[in-house]
């Protein structure tokens, strides 16, 4: 089995702190994928997803997590 790396962002359709880092993605032209744990419980619980906006970066072949508005936003900006 192939391990893809990639930038996995957690939020809801109700989030309201989602929004701002999925826009700062957006401005800076970075795919990440977007995942629902109310639609995808298995992605959250394998990452330990306790609360949105939460983002997985499994790029380097660690796993990076960054939680709340403020830790995602510092992580996008180092983008």
Do not use: W
Not at 6 to 11: A, E, G, H, P
Not at 35 to 64: Q, W
């Amino acid at each position: 089995m192939k391990n893809i790396h990639m930038i996995y962002m957690f939020s809801t359709t109700h989030c309201t702190k989602c929004p701002m880092v999925k826009e700062a993605f957006r401005n800076k032209n970075i795919e990440v994928t977007m995942v629902d744990p109310e639609d995808t419980p298995e992605l959250a619980m394998k990452y330990i997803v306790m609360t949105v906006p939460t983002i997985v970066d499994t790029r380097d072949g660690k796993e990076d997590k960054y939680t709340g508005q403020e830790q995602c936003l510092g992580f996008v900006n180092t983008l």
